[in-house]
């Protein structure tokens, strides 16, 4: 049985400071948000065991919304219980949704951000050597064994040809439950074959949709109802990555109300990608576009209020399910598959962000500093985003 916490408590006000900075420097999507998470909470704070903390991320794979959001609210429940909670998720989501805000204000007035196309080009590989150095740390506890590392490769290779994510995590828990019940029938225990009903990856770190373009008309009927509903049923029924996000999007805003265009919608996902935080903040930006203001907080409060309400109820379930013999063993599966997703995130995210000798030249020189210095990787994103800017000048 794992141990929760490292040690005992922490105020609001801790947790609000974190996530608040977090919810600030978080750019490259839900991979780099817990490798951030895991640098801050596990090995600088010591608020979790690195045990615990993949329990927490493989239970966020398992339900609706935004997954690295529902991580910052598992951890401030743990810490602090149910306001810990609403605070941890509120400190993440606001800065985000503000940044957001004001990005959808200015490509309104003025069409364009170029500035901030500069920025993400220098915090992206930046980014890149803070995963994979999370990656190894995550790696060394979530392969327990020979055979989990195996799964694990297993999780990659699946993924990389093609296999939906879903279906790797689902069949990942399955077969760490099969293997544990077999075990266990070897010495005559008694087992209950505990699976999860679903899962999902939390890849939103794509390739920028569009460059990012002038905003259309507003349309003279949006019923600030009718977005909150909206973004309520998307926050509530949305497993994937961005592109499924997009998919969503485009089915309600564009072909069936006919409220965005499609390059607005583009422009949107874009905006989600290149500002720090929660992907899911896209809905702060299309509020904008279509309610101003208004639009934007009942957008936001729509597409992340189910996830509060998720992890509420699933997060005390989690130490039961380690307590039990299969259902750890089919959360160890899930944790190894999880980790075998986000390798291939980064691999992708790499792929896309290191183009260029600067871009070389800035992950291998954050990579050295993280490995011999053990630098804040607040500070390293700091330094990319200058970087970045400076190069676009």
Do not use: C
Request: hydrophobic share 60%; glycine share 10%.
């Amino acid at each position: 049985m794992n141990e929760t916490s490292v040690r005992h408590g922490a105020t609001l006000g801790d947790l609000a400071r974190l996530f608040l900075k977090l919810g600030v420097i978080g750019f490259g999507g839900p991979a780099a948000h817990i490798a951030l998470m895991e640098d801050e909470v596990v090995r600088r704070r010591q608020w979790l065991t690195r045990e615990a903390f993949l329990d927490y991320v493989g239970a966020t794979n398992l339900i609706p919304g935004p997954n690295s959001t529902e991580l910052a609210m598992e951890i401030g429940r743990d810490r602090a219980g149910w306001p810990g909670l609403v605070v941890a998720g509120l400190a993440f989501i606001v800065p985000a949704a503000l940044i957001v805000g004001v990005t959808a204000w200015a490509y309104v007035r003025f069409g364009e951000l170029p500035a901030a196309l500069a920025l993400l080009a220098g915090v992206k590989p930046v980014v890149i050597a803070i995963v994979v150095q999370a990656l190894w740390r995550l790696a060394r506890t979530a392969v327990k064994t020979i055979w989990l590392g195996v799964l694990t490769v297993a999780a990659i290779v699946a993924v990389a040809i093609g296999v939906n994510e879903l279906a790797v995590l689902f069949a990942a828990a399955i077969i760490a439950a099969l293997v544990a019940g077999a075990r266990a029938r070897t010495v005559d225990h008694r087992m209950v074959i505990i699976t999860p009903v679903g899962s999902h990856t939390t890849s939103s770190t794509h390739p920028l949709a569009a460059a990012l373009g002038a905003a259309a008309g507003v349309p003279a009927a949006v019923s600030l109802w009718s977005l909150f509903a909206i973004f309520l049923k998307i926050g509530s029924v949305l497993f994937g990555s961005g592109y499924v996000l997009l998919a969503f999007l485009r089915a309600d805003f564009v072909e069936r109300l006919g409220w965005l265009t499609e390059r607005q919608l583009l422009d949107a996902v874009a905006v989600g990608q290149v500002t720090p935080g929660p992907v899911f903040t896209t809905a702060t930006f299309i509020g904008y576009v279509l309610a101003g203001a208004p639009g934007a907080v009942v957008a936001t409060v729509g597409i992340f209020l189910p996830a509060f309400v998720f992890v509420a109820v699933s997060g005390p379930l989690i130490p039961r399910l380690r307590r039990s013999h299969i259902a750890g063993a089919a959360l160890d599966g899930v944790n190894a598959a999880s980790l075998g997703l986000m390798a291939v995130v980064t691999w992708q995210l790499g792929r896309a962000s290191i183009v260029s000798v600067p871009s070389f030249v800035l992950a291998l020189s954050a990579g050295a500093l993280l490995a011999t210095r053990r630098v804040n990787a607040a500070l390293l994103i700091l330094g990319g985003a200058i970087s970045g800017i400076a190069l676009g000048w």
